[in-house]
């Protein structure tokens, strides 16, 4: 976010607990997307999503009358946005997954569609977890086969291992995956 837009920001805040209602629609100009990315990449449904950012629109006066001084009310809205999703997942009793700094960095200098972008960084979410649970040489091995496109003989070699004990780290590492892949739903069929 530039300083220009953050300035724009804090003076809508200024305005809109000045009284001013057309601050909003300028606030809404500079908020609105990243607040719905935000709502889509933690509900991962676009009417929930739909639903919370206009929760929070509803409430605008009461973040702003809060807000005395921010210097930063991109960051501060942004904060109050997550806590409130957050809580709707508390609510629901669902696994809350952290948002990323990097995830809203891609968002803004995307042109893809916004459900492709939240699925392919939910997915690359889901590989992190998946290689956590590895261990070191499973990560070696899983590394090797995906990105280099080594074959068992190669690894082997590579890392002075026995073949039988490099397919046995290959499918321990696919058995992994294909777990974390189930259990954060990738094995249904969205409609």
């Not at 972008?117 to 649970?133: E, K, Y």
Request: aromatic share 10%; charged share 30%.
């Amino acid at each position: 976010m530039n300083y220009n837009t953050i300035e724009k920001i804090n003076k809508c805040i200024k305005e809109i607990r000045e009284g001013n209602n057309a601050a909003i629609t300028v606030l809404h100009e500079h908020m609105g997307s990243h607040l719905y990315f935000i709502a889509v990449r933690y509900l991962k449904n676009r009417m929930e999503a739909e639903d919370a950012v206009q929760d929070f629109w509803l409430d605008i006066h009461k973040y702003c009358s809060r807000c005395w001084y921010v210097a930063n009310g991109f960051n501060y809205f942004t904060k109050i946005f997550e806590n409130l999703v957050k809580m709707r997942l508390r609510k629901q009793k669902r696994n809350i997954l952290p948002l990323n700094i990097d995830d809203i960095a891609e968002f803004e200098k995307s042109t893809e569609d916004l459900d492709l972008l939240v699925r392919q960084i939910a997915l690359r979410d889901t590989f992190d977890r998946a290689i956590i649970q590895m261990t070191d040489d499973e990560k070696k091995v899983f590394m090797l086969v995906c990105y280099e496109e080594k074959t068992v003989r190669q690894i082997a070699k590579v890392l002075f291992i026995s073949k039988s004990n490099v397919q046995r780290l290959r499918q321990r590492a696919i058995d992994i995956v294909k777990q974390v892949l189930i259990e954060d739903g990738w094995d249904k069929d969205e409609d």
